[in-house]
C-alpha cells in the first residue's frame, strides 16, 4: 500500500501543516491558488484529490467543449499544480477517511495523512428514479465526460441511423437550456421538457419565463412545459428510442440528457460520522468548519444555514474563509446575494440572454415591480423595489441583460434614480459604475468587491484591466463583470491621477489604435505629417514601421514608397526576411500549398544556382535561405517571370493560409478548403497589420489543417463555414474562438474582412489577435456584436476598407523589379555592389549548408561549400606542416 | 589619420537610410540624414557577428541620433558608435569613421 506523505512540514502553532484537499474542481483549484497567494510565510503542503482524470477544468465554460476546448484548454490556471509544495492525485477516486487516524485512504489504496482536511467534493447530476434510464442514448450535462459521452453517442448514433437525431433534455433550468443549446450544435433536434409552468422556473418570473420559452422556442428548440418524463422506452436496437411523458404524450428520440438538479456528494462525510444537514451536505458554520475542527467543507458540498450552493462564486468565497482559517486568520463566511445568468445557449451563434438576482417574484411586503416588456424585441426587464421606489430589491432581464452585471451589485442598496429609468430602452440612466459602495461585490465569482478593485489601482500600482484582473482575480471566471470591472478600473485611473502610459515609444504618447485613428482621420500620408503633427524627434526602430504599416493597411503609403523607405524594417525594405547572417530567406506564395512541377522546376533550378537551402517551411510553403542582399532581384526575377509573386513572408502582414486537401480528394471532406484557402489567400495577401497573421482551413471538423491554432480559423460544417478567431500557436498558445457559424461562402469573406479591418485598426503594435480577442473588453461575446450583430455600426465601413486593399494589391517583387530607383536599394556595398559580403561562410549539412560557425570548416561559397568534403582538422592541419 | 578614401556620389544615398561600404576591406555603414549630414560606423554588428548595421532603422533618443541594429535590436549613437541599449546583453561600442562630403562625392577618413 501507498503513503502519500510529502515531509511534514516543519509547523508552527498557527501552520496549517498538511492540506488535503478531496475533490480536484474549481473550488479546490481556488484553495490552491490562495494557499499560495497568501501562504507565503507558514508551512505547508498541499495534496488534491480527484476522482476525474483531468486537470481541474471550468465546469462553468463547459459547453465550450463543443466549440473544441478540451481538457487542457478547460484546465483552471495549471500553473499552480507546478508549486513544489502542491500535490495533485488525479483519476483516484478517496474512499474512505478515517479521522481518528488523520488519513484518507483512495480507492488505489493510496493513504494520505492530514492536519487539515478541506472536503471539496461538489455534486451530482440527480435524476428522478425513471424506468431506461440506464438505455444506450441517456446522458447527464454535468463533468467531462458527460460532455464527450454526449458527443461520441450522437456522431456514433447519427452515422448508424443515417439521419439527424432527435434529443430530448429533461429539465428546463440553466443547465438544461445548455444541454439543449449543445445538442443542436451537434447536430441533434432538441426538445426541453421541464415540469414547472417555466423555463428557469428557480431563477425567472412568469412574464421573463414566457419571453424566454419565446426565444428558446426561435432557436428551433421544442419546448413542453408543464410534464414530466415517466420513462424511457428502448427502440427495437437496445438503445433509447422513446420518452412517456407524464401528460401521456410521447417523444421519438434518440438521446436524451438528463439535467434535473444536483445534490451535494456528501458520502465521504455521512459515512466518516460527520454532522450532514436536512437536505445533504456537510454541515459547517461561517468558518467553514464541520463537525469536526480539522476537517473544513467547502463549495457546493458544503451545506451552510441548511443550503448547499449551487454556483461556483460561494464556493470560491467559502475557499477564501478556510484558507484565511488555516493561515490563522479570522475571517467568516457570509453568503452574498446571488444572481444566475444563463449562458453557453445560442441561436445562431449569439448568445441567447437571461438573468436575475434578488427577490425576482417580488415578495417582500409592500415590494413594487417595474416591468418592461417589448414583445417585437421579445425582451423583459423587470426591477423589484422596496416600497418607497428607493432600495433596489431584484431584477428579471431576458433577451437583454446588459443591466444585470451593472445592477447586481446594487442589490439592497439605494439606486439613486427612478427605477423606470433604467428600464428605458435606450438605457435611460447612467447606470452606476464608477459610484459603487467599497463594499459591493463587482466579480461575485472570484469574490472581488469595488474596494479591492480600487485598491489593486490605488495600492498595488494596477494601471490596466488586464493587470487588475491579474492582481485580483476579478473577471477571471465567467467573465460577466468585465465591462463593469473595465469602467470602474478606468475612473480609479482616473481618479487617482495615475498617469496611465500608453506611449509607443519617446516619440509618440499615444496607443498604435489612436495613431491609427488620427492618421485616418487627419488624412496624413507621410511619417513626417505623422511626426509633425503628433510626435517628436526622428522617431525609432518602434514608431517608425508602425507608422508604416499604418499609411500602408490605409492605402495612403506604399512600403514601397520612397518616402515610406527609410521607415521599413529590413525585412520589409529587402522585401525578405533576414536570417543570422544577414542573408535573407526567399519564400514565393504557393497559395493552397498547390504548386505545378513546372514551377517547382523553377525554384529547384534557384536553389541549385544560388546554393539556397531548401527546405518546406511549417506554412506549406517552399522557403530558400541564404540569399544575399545584392542576390534578391536575380532571384526574384527568376520566379516573377515563373508566375509567381511575394508571399510576403517578412512581412507584419498575412503569411499563409494553411489549408487540408478538402473535399475535392478527401473522403471526409464535407467543402472545398482548398479552393476556400486560395481564395483567402488571394484576398488578403500583403494586407499591412499590427503583427504577422494566419489563416487556416479545414474541410471538415477532424481539422487537419490545425485553424484553430490560427488568427483566424475556417472549419467547413455540412451547411456551410463556421469562423473561429484569435488563435495562436507559438510562445502562448491559444485556440481560437467561434465567431459565427455556418456561414455561406460570401458571409464568411465579410465576417472574415471585418474582423481583420477591427484588428488592424485597434490592435496595438506586435499584439497578435490573440491577445487582443483576450482583451478585448467583453471578450468574444462582445466581439460577435461588433462584428456579427453590427451594433456599433461599422460593418460597413470596416468591409470597404479590405475591398480597397483588394483592389489596390500589386505584387511588392514585381512592382520593385520594374522600377531602377528601388532596385539600387540591392547592393552588397554601395561602393562594389556586386562584391559578395566577405564574412559570409557556409558548411555543409545533410547535403546542404547552413552558415558555418567559428571555428567550422566553411568556403564563402554556398554553392562550393555544398560540394566540399570535410577539411583536415587543425590538428591534422599542424601534423601535416 | 587622414587617408580619405572616396566611396561614392552622394546621390547614392537615400536619406534617414544606410548603404554598406568596403573601405580598405574594412565594411563602414553610412547613413545620410535629413538635415544632410553623413556619419558612419562599423557594419559589423558585434552582438549578432553579422554585417548588417547598414540595415538599420535610423532615429534618435532624446537629442542623439540612433541606428538600431536590425538583428537583435541594440541601439548605438550614430554619431560616436556608443552603444546606447544592448538589449539585455554587455554594451559594445561601434567603431566610428570620420565621413566628408568633397564636391559631392563621400569620403570615408581611417
Redesign the interface.
Known amino acids: 500500500m501507498t503513503v502519500v506523505s510529502p515531509v511534514r512540514p516543519a509547523v508552527g502553532p498557527n501552520d496549517p501543516g498538511r492540506v488535503v484537499v478531496v475533490g480536484a474542481g474549481m473550488v479546490a483549484h481556488r484553495v490552491v491558488e490562495q494557499m499560495l497567494a497568501r501562504g507565503e510565510a507558514a508551512a505547508w503542503e498541499i495534496t488534491v484529490l480527484g476522482d476525474e482524470p483531468y486537470l481541474p477544468y471550468d465546469r462553468v465554460h463547459l459547453s465550450e467543449f463543443f466549440d473544441g476546448r478540451d481538457a487542457d484548454a478547460l484546465a483552471m490556471g495549471p500553473s499552480v499544480w507546478d508549486d513544489a509544495r502542491v500535490t495533485l492525485r488525479t483519476g483516484d477516486a478517496v474512499a474512505s477517511i478515517d479521522r481518528d487516524a488523520q488519513e484518507i485512504l483512495t480507492r488505489a489504496g493510496v493513504r494520505v495523512p492530514y492536519d487539515n482536511l478541506v472536503l471539496a467534493t461538489g455534486s451530482w447530476a440527480w435524476t428522478p428514479r425513471t424506468t431506461g434510464i440506464e438505455l444506450p442514448g441517456v446522458v447527464s450535462y454535468r463533468t467531462l465526460d458527460d460532455v464527450t459521452a454526449l458527443r461520441d453517442w450522437i456522431s456514433a448514433r447519427e452515422q448508424q441511423l443515417g439521419r439527424p437525431l432527435r434529443g430530448a433534455v429533461v429539465g428546463g433550468g440553466v443547465l438544461g437550456l445548455e444541454a439543449a443549446s449543445a445538442l443542436q450544435r451537434l447536430g441533434a433536434h432538441a426538445t426541453v421538457v421541464e415540469f414547472a409552468d417555466r423555463l428557469m422556473s428557480v431563477q425567472l418570473d412568469e412574464g421573463g419565463g414566457e419571453t424566454l420559452r419565446v426565444r428558446i422556442a426561435d432557436m428551433g428548440v421544442d419546448v413542453r412545459l408543464g410534464t414530466g418524463a415517466t420513462r424511457l422506452v428502448a427502440a427495437p436496437d437496445g438503445a433509447v428510442g422513446l420518452l412517456v411523458l407524464s401528460d401521456g404524450s410521447t417523444l421519438d428520440v434518440d438521446v436524451v440528457v438528463f439535467s434535473t438538479g444536483i445534490r451535494p456528494r456528501d458520502r465521504l462525510a455521512r459515512e466518516s460520522g460527520l454532522a450532514i444537514g436536512e437536505r445533504g451536505g456537510v454541515v459547517v458554520g461561517p468558518t467553514c468548519r464541520t463537525s469536526d475542527p480539522l476537517v473544513w467543507a467547502v463549495g457546493e458540498v458544503a451545506s451552510y444555514e441548511g443550503v448547499c450552493a449551487g454556483l461556483v462564486a460561494p464556493g470560491n468565497a467559502q475557499a477564501d474563509v478556510v484558507v484565511d482559517q488555516l493561515l490563522g486568520g479570522t475571517s467568516e463566511y457570509a453568503p452574498a446575494p446571488e444572481g444566475t445568468k444563463l449562458k453557453g445557449v445560442l441561436h445562431d451563434g449569439v448568445p441567447v440572454e437571461a438573468a436575475s438576482f434578488g427577490d425576482v417574484n417580488a415578495l417582500t411586503p409592500g415590494a413594487l415591480e417595474v416591468t418592461f416588456a417589448d414583445p417585437v424585441a421579445k425582451t423583459y426587464k423587470k426591477l423589484v423595489v422596496s416600497d418607497d421606489a428607493r432600495t433596489l430589491l431584484g431584477g428579471v432581464f431576458v433577451g437583454d441583460a446588459a443591466l444585470y452585471s451593472s445592477l447586481r451589485p446594487m442589490l439592497g442598496r439605494n439606486l439613486g434614480a427612478d427605477p423606470s429609468a433604467f428600464l428605458a430602452p435606450e438605457g435611460g440612466a447612467a447606470v452606476p459604475s464608477a459610484d459603487l459602495p467599497d463594499d459591493v461585490v463587482v466579480c461575485s465569482c472570484a469574490n472581488v468587491t469595488a474596494g479591492t478593485v480600487r485598491g489593486a489601482v490605488t495600492e498595488h500600482g494596477c494601471t490596466s484591466v488586464a493587470d487588475v484582473k491579474k492582481c485580483t482575480k476579478a473577471g477571471t471566471v465567467c467573465g460577466s463583470c468585465v465591462p463593469l470591472l473595465t469602467k470602474l478600473v478606468n475612473t480609479q485611473l482616473e481618479a487617482s491621477g495615475v498617469e496611465v502610459s500608453h506611449a509607443m515609444c519617446?516619440?509618440f504618447a499615444m496607443t498604435r489604435a489612436e495613431l491609427f485613428a488620427l492618421v485616418r482621420a487627419e488624412g496624413l500620408r507621410t511619417f513626417t505629417e505623422v511626426v509633425a503633427a503628433h510626435g517628436t524627434?526622428?522617431?525609432?526602430?518602434v514608431c517608425?514601421?508602425v507608422v508604416a504599416s499604418i499609411l500602408s493597411s490605409l492605402g495612403v503609403g506604399h512600403v514601397l514608397d520612397?518616402a515610406n523607405?527609410?521607415?521599413?524594417?529590413?525585412?520589409d525594405?529587402?522585401l525578405a526576411n533576414?536570417q543570422?547572417?544577414?542573408t535573407y530567406s526567399v519564400i514565393p506564395r504557393i497559395p493552397g500549398g498547390e504548386i505545378t512541377p513546372e514551377k517547382l522546376a523553377v525554384i529547384a533550378d534557384v536553389a541549385r544556382e544560388y546554393g539556397l537551402y531548401t527546405r518546406i517551411t511549417g506554412a506549406q510553403r517552399i522557403g530558400m535561405f541564404g540569399a544575399r542582399?545584392e542576390q534578391l532581384p536575380q532571384i526574384w526575377k527568376r520566379l516573377v517571370d515563373a508566375g509567381m509573386e511575394s508571399g510576403q513572408a517578412y512581412g507584419k502582414s498575412l503569411r499563409a493560409v494553411k489549408s487540408c486537401v478538402g473535399q475535392s480528394w478527401c473522403r471526409f471532406g464535407v467543402q472545398d478548403s482548398v479552393g476556400m484557402g486560395v481564395q483567402l489567400e488571394l484576398r488578403y495577401r500583403g494586407l499591412r497589420a499590427p503583427h504577422k497573421f494566419k489563416v487556416g482551413v479545414s474541410g471538415c471538423a477532424r481539422e487537419c489543417a490545425e485553424a484553430r491554432g490560427k488568427d483566424v480559423g475556417v472549419i467547413a460544417t455540412e451547411r456551410g463555414w463556421n469562423v473561429y478567431v484569435g488563435g495562436n500557436g507559438g510562445f502562448t498558445p491559444r485556440h481560437a474562438e467561434l465567431l459565427a457559424e455556418d456561414l455561406d461562402d460570401g458571409m464568411l469573406l465579410r465576417v472574415i474582412d471585418r474582423f481583420l479591418a477591427y484588428y488592424i485598426r485597434s490592435a496595438d503594435r506586435l499584439q497578435r489577435t490573440a491577445p487582443w480577442v483576450a482583451d478585448y473588453p467583453g471578450g468574444i461575446v462582445e466581439l460577435r456584436k461588433v462584428l456579427v450583430d453590427d451594433t456599433l455600426g461599422i460593418c460597413a465601413d470596416l468591409e470597404a476598407s479590405i475591398a480597397e486593399h483588394v483592389e489596390g494589391y500589386e505584387d511588392e517583387w514585381a512592382a520593385t523589379l520594374a522600377d531602377p530607383a528601388r532596385l539600387?536599394?540591392f547592393?552588397?556595398?554601395?561602393?562594389?555592389p556586386d562584391?559578395p559580403?566577405?564574412?559570409l561562410a557556409y558548411t555543409p549539412e545533410r547535403g546542404q549548408v547552413r552558415p558555418a560557425r567559428p571555428g567550422e570548416a566553411s568556403d564563402p561559397n554556398p554553392v562550393i561549400a555544398r560540394t566540399i568534403a570535410v577539411r583536415p582538422s587543425d590538428v591534422e592541419l599542424e601534423d601535416a606542416l | 589619420m587622414s587617408t580619405w578614401t572616396p566611396v561614392c556620389d552622394l546621390s547614392a544615398l537615400d536619406p534617414e537610410r544606410g548603404v554598406a561600404a568596403l573601405v580598405d576591406g574594412v565594411q563602414v555603414a553610412l547613413f545620410l540624414l535629413d538635415d544632410g549630414r553623413v556619419l558612419g560606423v562599423a557594419n559589423h554588428d558585434p552582438f549578432s557577428g553579422a554585417n548588417v548595421v547598414s540595415r538599420g532603422i535610423v532615429g534618435s533618443r532624446g537629442e542623439r541620433t540612433t541606428v538600431t541594429s536590425p538583428m537583435h535590436k541594440q541601439v548605438w549613437d550614430l554619431v560616436t558608435g556608443e552603444c546606447l541599449d544592448a538589449a539585455g546583453k554587455e554594451p559594445v561600442d561601434l567603431p566610428a569613421f570620420p565621413v566628408e562630403v568633397r564636391d559631392g562625392v563621400v569620403h570615408v577618413g581611417s
Do not use: I, Y
Open positions: 519617446e516619440h524627434g526622428r522617431g525609432c526602430v517608425k514601421p520612397r523607405a527609410p521607415l521599413q524594417d529590413t525585412n525594405h529587402a533576414m543570422k547572417d544577414g542582399l539600387a536599394r547592393a552588397s556595398f554601395v561602393n562594389a562584391t559580403d566577405p564574412d
